[in-house]
């Protein structure tokens, strides 16, 4: 049982660039969500999903786009990227009332 | 916009004292939890407490709920520098939309 296992933990970036952070949970749970973190605050929900097939928009969702093809996998596309996205992000499924966050994927972009 | 506000926002305490932490939170909510992020790494989960509870303990942990206030407070006795890390409230996981605050930074000195 791995838990919530995001890739790659650290990437840099031109402006302008795509690319897509990787999630995978082992757990079966129904509830995936993706936050950012940036420097001294706390995080901020871009998008989340209820199950597969099921995506909606969380407070900061411009930039962004997710799918949810499988329970298993909810990955995040950052589609031009932009220095405003420099950030960590994270990876998060919920069962219940607790959530189980990834290890974070660092991203930077220049 | 953030859904719960830490106070204060960072703390240095010594080895053995007691260190409390206060949240407060703008709309109704049904649960609100602590979670606890070292240096570089995702949050952990330390504590749930529901919208009818008042109080809760969890080994040296005491969090407390004012719901008419809209608040809550962690309190982590006879700290330790392992306790060194940020601490954030977040109000509903229900449906993956847990909302954070921006953290206190906790510091114990050994």
């Known amino acids: 049982n791995a838990g919530v296992t995001q890739t790659p933990k650290f990437q840099v970036l031109k402006t302008g660039q795509s690319m897509t952070l990787q999630c995978a949970q082992d757990m079966n749970h129904e509830y995936m969500s993706w936050y950012r973190q940036d420097p001294g605050m706390g995080l901020r929900l871009i998008h989340y999903?209820?199950?597969?097939?099921?995506?909606d928009q969380g407070e900061v969702p411009n930039g962004y786009n997710v799918s949810r093809s499988t329970t298993e996998d909810f990955p995040l596309r950052l589609l031009s990227a932009a220095p405003s996205q420099t950030s960590v992000y994270f990876c998060a499924s919920l069962t219940g009332d607790t959530i189980y966050f990834g290890e974070g994927s660092w991203l930077t972009v220049v | 916009s953030q859904q719960g506000e830490e106070d204060p926002q960072a703390l240095s305490i010594q080895e053995g004292e007691n260190a409390t932490m206060n949240c407060s939170y703008k709309?109704?909510?049904?649960?609100l939890q602590w979670y606890r992020q070292n240096s570089g790494r995702g949050l952990v989960h330390l504590i749930l407490i529901r919208s009818n509870e008042r109080e809760k303990h969890s080994g040296r942990l005491r969090v407390t709920l004012d719901t008419s206030k809209k608040s809550s407070s962690l309190l982590i006795t006879a700290s330790r520098a392992a306790d060194t890390a940020s601490y954030f409230c977040?109000?509903?996981?229900?449906?993956?939309?847990?909302?954070f605050g921006q953290g206190t930074t906790l510091q114990v000195k050994p």
């Open positions: 977040a109000t509903d996981g229900n449906t993956g939309k847990l909302i």
């Open positions: 999903s209820v199950g597969a097939g099921i995506t």
């Open positions: 709309t109704s909510i049904n649960n």
